[in-house]
């Protein structure tokens, strides 16, 4: 495991960079559903062959292209319908937020931390979501989605941008990702990153909690 002292010294840090989707909210069944049913669609050859966890992480134009599919039109579609079916499952009510998220978010914001959410999902999806976990009021304007850049995760652009637009200094910040593309965005943008969930313990030298429960509870 990372070093205690290195942990806390994160813990510390006065902005907190949060990923979205696998991290605040539990969105990976919905998301892989949607890119089921637009490849099913669109492109059912790759069906078979398709696993959300090779895209995970992904904005969802990055994950088709790392499918294979580059043909324009075809690549235009499977984007549009793949949000379509996604906003549409949340606006039905089938996304919750993640365990102790909003307690976590008081917790952080109660302490006079800052807040600031860096997501590859798209400004339409991301407010969507937020809007329907009731998560919006923890960070207002403070929101860059791949809207905003012209790469998202693994690239550094979404955390580069945050830190221009909002005034952020990275010495000062740590990101919360869950994913290997995230952490990635994080270390080429020189932000030092915590990770939730299953990609914290597949690692023993990058601190990480199993939830973020357990980071909360760090946080007490």
Same mark, same amino acid.
């Given at each position: 495991?990372?070093?205690?002292? =290195? +942990?806390?010294?994160?813990?510390? *840090?006065?902005?907190?960079?949060?990923?979205?989707?696998?991290?605040?909210?539990?969105?990976?069944?919905?998301?892989?559903?949607?890119?089921?049913?637009? /490849?099913?669609?669109?492109? &059912?050859?790759?069906? &078979?062959?398709?696993?959300?966890?090779?895209? +995970?992480?992904?904005?969802?134009?990055?994950?088709?292209?790392?499918?294979?599919? *580059?043909?324009?039109?075809?690549?235009?579609?499977? @984007?549009?319908? %793949?949000?379509?079916?996604? +906003?549409?499952?949340?606006?039905?009510? /089938?996304?919750?937020?993640?365990?102790?998220?909003?307690?976590?978010?008081? =917790?952080? +914001?109660?302490?006079? =931390?800052?807040?600031?959410?860096?997501?590859?999902?798209? =400004?339409?999806?991301?407010?969507?979501?937020?809007?329907?976990?009731?998560?919006?009021?923890?960070?207002?304007?403070?929101? @860059?989605?791949?809207? !905003?850049?012209?790469?998202?995760? &693994?690239?550094?652009?979404?955390?580069?941008?945050?830190?221009? $637009?909002?005034?952020? !200094? %990275?010495?000062? #910040?740590?990101?919360?990702?869950?994913?290997? &593309?995230?952490?990635?965005? #994080?270390?080429?943008?020189?932000?030092? #990153?915590?990770? $939730?969930?299953?990609?914290?313990?597949?690692?023993? %030298? $990058?601190?990480?909690?199993?939830?973020?429960?357990?980071?909360?509870?760090?946080?007490?």
């Amino acid at each position: 495991m990372p070093p205690v002292d =290195r +942990r806390n010294d994160l813990l510390q *840090r006065q902005v907190y960079l949060f990923d979205l989707d696998g991290t605040l909210v539990d969105s990976d069944v919905l998301h892989a559903t949607a890119f089921h049913e637009a /490849l099913l669609m669109h492109a &059912p050859a790759l069906v &078979p062959s398709f696993s959300y966890e090779l895209v +995970r992480g992904l904005s969802t134009y990055s994950a088709f292209c790392a499918l294979g599919i *580059r043909q324009g039109a075809i690549l235009d579609k499977l @984007v549009s319908f %793949k949000q379509t079916h996604y +906003r549409s499952a949340v606006q039905r009510g /089938l996304l919750e937020a993640s365990l102790g998220a909003h307690a976590l978010l008081e =917790r952080l +914001r109660g302490s006079g =931390r800052s807040l600031g959410l860096v997501t590859s999902g798209s =400004r339409n999806s991301v407010e969507t979501t937020l809007r329907a976990t009731d998560l919006m009021k923890f960070f207002g304007q403070h929101i @860059v989605t791949s809207d !905003d850049v012209s790469m998202g995760k &693994p690239a550094p652009d979404l955390y580069v941008t945050a830190l221009s $637009i909002f005034g952020y !200094d %990275k010495a000062f #910040c740590v990101g919360v990702e869950d994913s290997e &593309p995230g952490f990635t965005a #994080c270390t080429l943008a020189e932000i030092d #990153c915590l990770l $939730i969930g299953s990609s914290a313990s597949t690692s023993d %030298k $990058i601190p990480g909690f199993a939830n973020l429960t357990v980071l909360l509870e760090a946080l007490q």
